[in-house]
């Protein structure tokens, strides 16, 4: 008889696994970025083989049949440790790790603590000294930032490997809608206006809205929808290291956890299916609102049905770490493929306060100058008039010694571009 997809096999031994270096005895762990297993002692490496195993979607409904007639898991997993002979236990929900008095890397079984295996995992491309560049880099560019932080935080972050658990969720999506389409429509009004101290009549186009009834039925398929399993690290803060490389999923091999600690799913499989319903029905309301069509939409009913449901359990690289700074706890992520870095952070009220300060003086100077501008503006002569006060009136154009007095009172008024009749000007050598 064969286990269902993602259960525990039987046969599967629970001894944890160890990573002996085959030239030195010391641990192996994985490198990133190379399917490598290496000495931290000698550098010796030993290559991981490859998996042709598939990575398969699982039927969604018929696995949690299949939970609720299985037995209850233990929550701690009890290691003894074969490099200095300690006995430990790794932190709830973690399966991977290293010995707390030698340092060893060891990767435990998790059948007897979780039901559902991982299937798959996207191994760390980004080392150790990357990710901490990749952190530098992130806070550099902190905006309001407390004065200090970046010297501290630098100084104070020890960076730490993790895998972390997820889910992906694939669904067949159909939703009847009711709502309403608004298409704008102009009209002409009249108004009162007050000009120079009088009440004047004037018009403008105005926008209106004419609403209708609609309703319709919109379908979408949604496939490798992310959601943590997590709940020990902030939601927030690590959905926004998205979106991760997917399509290069790795069929789960321990090899990959060597030197790195993993967690097992705290977010139960259908606890993970509400939050990815979340997630999916924001796209299926833009999908109505383009469906409804128009300049405005409003949504009155809504109806999902979801078919076809499917899910894998996988494990994504993090490096993370904290910093305290002025006795609070940031946390800090960055994802282990792209190096993308999101967190928690501080901020300046001072910094900030200086900011709006500026900014209000920078449009109360703009708005002076508008002014001042229109008042210029309304004091120009119009385009092709000059106009001269006092003692700067020209000389006449034609006022030259060589003209006749009665040609001296041709009128400055009566002058074009062109020279009066009979008049010409002599050339001078």
């Avoid at 694939?170 to 101290?197: C, K, S, W």
């Avoid at 940031?330 to 009220?349: A, C, D, H, I, K």
């Avoid at 501008?373 to 034609?398: C, D, E, W």
């Amino acid at each position: 008889m064969q286990p269902e997809p993602g259960m525990p096999s039987p046969a599967v031994t629970s001894e944890p696994r160890r990573f002996p270096c085959a030239q030195c005895g010391a641990s192996l762990e994985y490198a990133p970025g190379a399917d490598t297993l290496r000495c931290t002692h000698c550098g010796h490496e030993n290559p991981i083989a490859g998996s042709a195993a598939p990575i398969l979607e699982q039927d969604f409904r018929e696995t949690l049949r299949s939970l609720a007639t299985n037995a209850a898991t233990r929550d701690n997993i009890a290691i003894h440790c074969d490099s200095c002979g300690a006995s430990y236990s790794f932190d709830a929900g973690a399966h991977a790790g290293q010995c707390p008095f030698c340092g060893a890397p060891v990767v435990a079984k998790t059948e007897q603590h979780r039901q559902l295996q991982v299937q798959a995992l996207l191994p760390f491309q980004i080392g150790r000294d990357q990710a901490r560049a990749a952190f530098r880099r992130w806070l550099g560019g902190l905006w309001f930032a407390p004065g200090g932080l970046k010297d501290y935080a630098r100084n104070d972050a020890m960076l730490a490997g993790l895998y972390v658990p997820y889910w992906t969720y694939d669904a067949e999506t159909t939703t009847i809608y009711q709502g309403e389409r608004g298409d704008d429509y102009q009209v002409q009004e009249t108004y009162l206006a007050v000009e120079n101290g009088r009440e004047v009549e004037r018009t403008r186009l105005v926008t209106r809205t004419r609403w209708t009834s609609t309703a319709g039925t919109v379908a979408r398929f949604f496939d490798d929808v992310l959601v943590l399993a997590s709940r020990s690290l902030p939601q927030d803060v690590t959905e926004r290291l998205e979106p991760w490389d997917l399509a290069h999923l790795t069929p789960y091999q321990e090899d990959y956890l060597s030197g790195f600690r993993s967690e097992m799913y705290q977010v139960t499989l259908e606890q993970g299916f509400e939050r990815a319903r979340e997630i999916m029905a924001a796209t299926i309301r833009r999908d109505i609102e383009r469906d409804i069509g128009g300049d405005h939409q409003r949504i009155r009913a809504t109806d999902t049905r979801y078919g076809g449901i499917s899910f894998k359990h996988i494990l994504l690289p993090v490096w993370l770490s904290a910093f305290r700074f002025r006795d609070k706890t940031y946390r800090f992520l960055v994802n282990g493929r792209t190096g993308e870095v999101q967190g928690e952070r501080p901020y300046s009220p001072w910094k900030i306060a200086l900011a709006i300060l500026l900014a209000a003086l920078l449009a109360g100077g703009g708005f002076a100058l508008w002014q001042r501008y229109a008042a210029v503006q309304q004091h120009l002569p119009t385009p092709g008039v000059r106009i001269y006060h006092g003692s700067s009136f020209p000389k006449p154009i034609f006022d030259e010694p060589w003209l006749e007095p009665s040609q001296r009172a041709w009128s400055l008024a009566s002058c074009s571009q062109t020279q009066p009749p009979g008049i010409s000007r002599p050339h001078r050598t």
